[in-house]
């Protein structure tokens, strides 16, 4: 127990000197900060896609966003539809792209029903970009590799903040 505690105190020690630009094992003085050069600081990237968890969220959030609602209408038996979950959504170029739209994925044959038939979807997956009102911009059918999804997904947006504007 001992040692822990004194292992985590050095482990603080060394990360508290870190940041303040100065070495522990030494007694050198701080960095002088107008000659010292830092790199920019930025926000970390997401590593997946935040899905929302129902319609009326998604309705909501796109509202208050200005953005589309991008609606990955699946069923669990599509094979398909299950590719585009392992191969398309985790890819870096989509889940940035999927950063100008609201994303929710919704099973079609069970929540997902009335989009079924509100918006005539004969197939799975469906890939659908509504507006906050459930105006349709968009429909992208079957699976879709990335490199193709991620501008589709983009062209939607670029073109929905266009006629907004």
């Known amino acids: 127990m001992q040692i822990r505690l004194l292992a985590t105190r ?3 020690a060394g990360m508290i000197a870190a940041v303040i630009g100065c070495d522990s094992s030494s007694n050198s003085k701080p960095a002088d900060p107008k000659t010292t050069t830092t790199a920019p600081q930025s926000a970390a990237k997401p590593t ?3 899905w929302v968890k129902d319609l009326d969220t998604a309705k909501t959030l796109a509202k208050q966003s200005g953005k589309l609602i991008m609606i990955d209408v699946f069923t669990t038996w599509c094979g398909p539809c299950k590719m585009l979950d392992q ?3 985790p890819d870096p170029r989509v889940i940035a792209a999927a950063g100008r739209v609201v994303p929710l994925k919704s099973n079609g044959e069970l929540e997902g029903r009335s989009l079924v038939s509100n918006y ?3 197939g799975y997956p469906a890939i ?3 507006d906050a009102n459930g105006k349709l911009h968009g429909m992208v ?3 879709q ?5 991620a501008p589709q997904i983009t062209k939607f947006a670029d073109d929905f903040a266009r006629s907004r504007s």
Request: aromatic residues 14%; hydrophobic residues 50%.
């Open 120 to 122: 005539s979807i004969r």
């Open 141 to 143: 059918m079957g699976y």
């Open 145 to 149: 590799p990335p490199d193709v999804l």
């Open 87 to 89: 191969r398309t959504f």
């Open 128 to 130: 659908l970009f509504v």
């Open 10 to 12: 050095a482990l603080a």
């Open 48 to 50: 997946r896609i935040e």
